[in-house]
């Protein structure tokens, strides 16, 4: 395969995962079902509880709201002090916390990390500059990462986090902490550790760990004075009915998440295995994902496609990420599409 052909049909690929609409119409010939392993999205989601069938015809009620932030304060440990904000998915609430400052700000994105936290800054007119190591921030009033990193995994320490608070604060600014892949183990959080969050702001998402992208729910805690604002940016019914029964059901079950953790942990020992005995160079990943490098990436990005199975490219490494295969069915296919790829 031509290499400017199959970066074309990477290109469309390159800003985020899923996208199997428009796979379809560029592989039409793919063998079904696809296999999505561009998401990240873990492929065994909690069970949705049943929901009354007068709650798709009334609003939201303000109690189940409460109930389901009530749920979140003890399933993240959020500190006493901070408020919890519920959201319609962390990306409404990424998109919406820049335009929540009156004055345009210095901000800083640890990178290389997924591209919708320096977009939004930049669409709302603030001065965003892209850096490659926590060690050369506190120049900006505002420093966003993503903690584990997607795509890399990388895992940021609590000391690490702390020393760019005190240059953070003197401006008056606020980190902005995506802690959408902290699921998987409670000592990757901050929130556990810290007894205020006056300029900090941690994003968490049930779209992951829980499978649950398609319901759109996440939150944001902090004890920063943008949460008002935050909170009032939402509406008054922010979320729907269906997300206020599954978000308070999947963050209660303690035992559901401690199994699930077990699972994740026992199928990327497992994806490992398969990608390594490919030839693929393990560079890092959660345990919800895993990022490989290789040689012409997107020619076998394309050639997996041709196969029926979506990866996640990028633009500018020479790697693809993959999430888990749900069973062993979709991971003998893998296997069968990476060796006729290489």
């Known amino acids: 395969m031509a290499?400017?052909?199959?970066?074309?049909?990477?290109?469309?690929?390159?800003?985020?995962?899923g996208r199997l609409d428009l796979a379809r119409k560029i592989y039409p010939g793919a063998p079904l079902p696809w296999i999505d392993l561009s998401t990240c999205v873990s492929p065994w989601a909690y069970p949705v509880p049943p929901v009354d069938a007068?709650?798709?015809?009334r609003l939201p009620e303000p109690a189940a709201l409460v109930s389901l932030l009530t749920a979140a304060r003890k399933a993240y440990r959020v500190p006493d002090a901070?408020?919890?904000?519920?959201?319609?998915?962390?990306?409404?609430?990424?998109?919406?916390?820049?335009?929540?400052?009156?004055?345009?700000?210095?901000?800083?994105?640890?990178?290389?990390?997924?591209?919708?936290?320096?977009?939004?800054?930049?669409?709302?007119?603030?001065?965003?500059?892209?850096?490659n190591a926590l060690s050369e921030a506190g120049r900006a009033a505002i420093v966003a990462v993503v903690n584990p990193?997607?795509?890399?995994?990388?895992?940021?320490?609590?000391?690490?986090?702390?020393?760019?608070?005190?240059?953070?604060?003197?401006?008056?600014?606020?980190?902005?902490?995506?802690?959408?892949?902290a699921d998987e183990d409670d000592s990757l959080s901050i929130l556990p550790n810290v007894a205020r969050l006056d300029h900090t702001l941690v994003f968490r998402s049930l779209g992951k760990f829980y499978g649950a992208a398609g319901v759109r729910l996440g939150?944001?805690?902090?004890?920063?004075?943008?949460?008002?604002?935050?909170?009032?940016?939402?509406?008054?019914?922010?979320?729907?009915?269906?997300?206020?029964?599954?978000?308070?059901?999947?963050?209660?079950?303690?035992?559901?998440?401690?199994?699930?953790?077990?699972?994740?942990?026992?199928?990327?020992?497992?994806?490992?295995?398969?990608?390594?005995?490919?030839?693929?160079?393990?560079?890092?990943g959660t345990s919800l994902f895993r990022f490989a490098a290789m040689d012409a990436s997107e020619e076998v990005f394309a050639k997996l496609a041709r196969h029926?199975?979506?990866?996640?490219?990028?633009?500018?490494?020479?790697?693809?990420?993959?999430?888990l295969p749900k069973d062993a069915t979709d991971a003998a296919r893998l296997r069968e599409a990476l060796r006729a790829a290489s």
């Open 3 to 17: 290499a400017s052909v199959a970066k074309n049909e990477a290109a469309g690929f390159f800003e985020h995962g």
């Open 54 to 57: 007068e709650a798709w015809q």
């Open 82 to 131: 901070a408020s919890v904000v519920a959201l319609p998915g962390t990306e409404i609430g990424l998109n919406t916390l820049p335009w929540l400052f009156r004055e345009p700000k210095r901000v800083e994105v640890l990178g290389p990390t997924y591209s919708s936290h320096l977009k939004a800054w930049e669409a709302a007119g603030h001065s965003v500059t892209p850096i």
């Open 149 to 181: 990193n997607n795509p890399t995994g990388t895992v940021l320490t609590q000391a690490e986090l702390a020393a760019i608070v005190g240059p953070i604060r003197r401006k008056g600014g606020l980190l902005v902490i995506d802690e959408a892949f």
């Open 219 to 284: 939150f944001a805690m902090t004890s920063h004075p943008v949460a008002e604002r935050l909170k009032g940016a939402m509406g008054a019914w922010p979320i729907s009915a269906a997300a206020l029964a599954l978000g308070e059901a999947a963050l209660s079950d303690e035992n559901w998440k401690l199994e699930h953790r077990k699972k994740l942990k026992a199928a990327a020992a497992d994806l490992d295995s398969l990608l390594t005995e490919a030839g693929l160079q393990l560079l890092g």
């Open 308 to 323: 029926g199975i979506l990866t996640r490219p990028f633009a500018h490494r020479s790697a693809l990420r993959f999430g």
